[in-house]
């Protein structure tokens, strides 16, 4: 089965700081990975995907993430962050066949201060 | 409307009653997935519609749960003889085709389950 670790519950950062928040998954196969971000009082939504080509995927407001096969690996970066970014990251993989869906790693809640 | 809805928002109920959960997906999103929030334990997946059939159940956490999808489009979880421990925000999600695609889920606003 598959399973996603956020090795980091609770990050707090100030403005212009770099951001990396790591996400491993375990799957033997070929996967699609994926960040969800929920800012507060708003829905879950997509921040970037990967499923094939480059790994350096680059998303919305300047999020980028790697994805690193070796590693089982896909950690969400931005070189500099700003107050509204202050959110809960979600990584979530699934298998690229059968009908396995997505699973969601346990968040990390990102805080920025001024 | 353009987005998952879910009905109602918020529902408190006493332990031991039924609720009724409502998820109206995204128009033609063959694919429905349903999870619980709960503080600090990120989403856990419950159920997914592929349809009106579920392939995947795997996720119910105990026979008091149960969904169901009907003409593709709506759906319903159920959850009988409520306990505290069903409290938590359920959430809605539909993707235009199966789970194991790449295609983004889109989420609704959930509904908060109080039990007391």
């Known amino acids: 089965a598959q399973s996603v670790s956020q090795h980091n519950h609770h990050v707090i950062l100030s403005e212009a700081a770099s951001l990396e928040l790591g996400c491993n998954y375990s799957?033997?196969?070929?996967?699609?990975l994926f960040w969800y971000v929920q800012y507060p009082g708003q829905h879950l939504q997509l921040l970037l995907k990967y499923f094939s080509g480059d790994p350096l995927v680059k998303g919305i407001k300047g999020f980028e993430a790697e994805f690193i096969k070796s590693k089982f690996s896909f950690n969400l970066r931005k070189p500099s962050v700003q107050w509204s970014d202050t959110a809960e990251y979600f990584c979530?993989?699934?298998?690229?066949?059968?009908?396995?869906?997505?699973?969601f790693g346990k968040g990390t809640r990102l805080s920025v201060i001024a | 409307g353009a987005g998952v809805s879910q009905s109602p928002s918020n529902k408190v109920t006493e332990k031991g009653k039924d609720v009724e959960l409502r998820c109206d997906p995204i128009s033609g999103h063959t694919a429905l997935y349903w999870y619980r929030q709960s503080l600090g334990q990120g989403l856990e997946f419950l159920i997914y519609f592929q349809g009106n059939s579920a392939p995947d159940k795997s996720g119910l956490p105990s026979d008091r749960f149960s969904a169901e999808r009907t003409g593709g489009s709506v759906s319903t979880l159920t959850i009988q003889r409520t306990q505290q421990e069903d409290s938590a925000v359920y959430l809605c999600a539909s993707s235009f085709r199966g789970a194991h695609s790449r295609d983004e889920q889109y989420f609704g606003p959930g509904t908060r389950l109080t039990v007391t």
């Open positions: 979530a993989v699934n298998a690229k066949s059968g009908n396995t869906p997505l699973v």
């Open positions: 799957y033997g196969g070929t996967v699609n």
